[in-house]
């Protein structure tokens, strides 16, 4: 499966300290064990390739909230307590819940949003 990442992801992935990707549901779901060919730049000419050391290990559906001032993540039904939120946060690759928020907020003053987590270690939430 090929995943496309911005820049300020990649040194993350490789040193571990993501773990997870959230991603919008897609037509075909992608099987567990699949590669993972993760690249920056996808679909460009400046594509870079950032690993494909990884298989798929697990997927978890996720509903986020983000506003100005509140933020929720519920995973496979589940809403996650706020030290959970910040380590989802951190585990997706942002520096804490504020970072999150402002990346998935891009100027705007409510965002849902309904996908999946995917899972390159055996963390689950």
């Not at 993972?36 to 986020?64: F, P, V």
Request: aromatic share 12%; charged share 25%.
């Amino acid at each position: 499966m090929l995943l496309g990442f911005k820049k300020r992801f990649a040194p993350k992935i490789v040193s571990g300290s993501k773990i997870h990707t959230v991603r919008a549901k897609r037509k075909v779901q992608p099987k567990i064990g699949e590669v993972l060919h993760m690249y920056t730049g996808l679909r460009t000419k400046d594509a870079e390739l950032i690993t494909k050391q990884h298989n798929l290990i697990g997927c978890q559906e996720a509903q986020i909230y983000v506003g100005l001032r509140i933020i929720e993540i519920i995973i496979d039904g589940r809403h996650l307590e706020v030290n959970e939120i910040a380590d989802f946060c951190i585990n997706d690759g942002f520096e804490n819940i504020q970072d999150f928020k402002n990346y998935w907020l891009d100027g705007a003053e409510y965002l849902e949003f309904v996908g999946d987590v995917f899972h390159w270690t055996d963390f689950k939430y």
